[in-house]
């Protein structure tokens, strides 16, 4: 949707700095697809945790750059959207953050469990 004329432009509050996101948005999404088919494919836990940390952090990079080129513009003045929907990224940035660092842990985990049940 993003890709295909008119995509992002036909959204009214992005401006013309979104172009910067699209490569950004097409890779975290190619990354996420690709982890989902290699686990659906060989379904192992240690390649799944991994896949979670590679698409997390994908996804990570997407809202980072998004709060960086803020791409928004808002024409209501009687609200101030630019202020809710930066409030609103670095939420989502710190859930996320939180996310990948308990889904390193995970695979941290795994791999130890791994190592031990091995050797």
Do not use: K
Not at 30 to 55: E, F, K
Not at 66 to 80: I, L, M, R
């Amino acid at each position: 949707m993003i890709n295909v004329s008119p995509g992002w432009r036909a959204v009214p509050v992005l401006t013309e700095a979104a172009a910067a996101l699209v490569i950004v948005v097409n890779t975290a999404l190619a990354v996420a697809l690709v982890v989902n088919l290699l686990c659906l494919v060989r379904p192992r836990r240690p390649l799944t945790a991994v896949g979670d940390v590679v698409s997390t952090a994908a996804g990570l990079v997407v809202l980072i750059r998004t709060a960086h080129v803020f791409p928004f513009t808002f024409t209501d003045p009687t609200t101030d959207w630019a202020t809710v929907v930066r409030l609103t990224l670095v939420s989502i940035t710190v859930v996320v953050s939180i996310a990948l660092l308990v889904q390193f842990v995970v695979l941290m985990r795994i791999l130890v469990f791994e190592e031990e049940t091995r050797g």
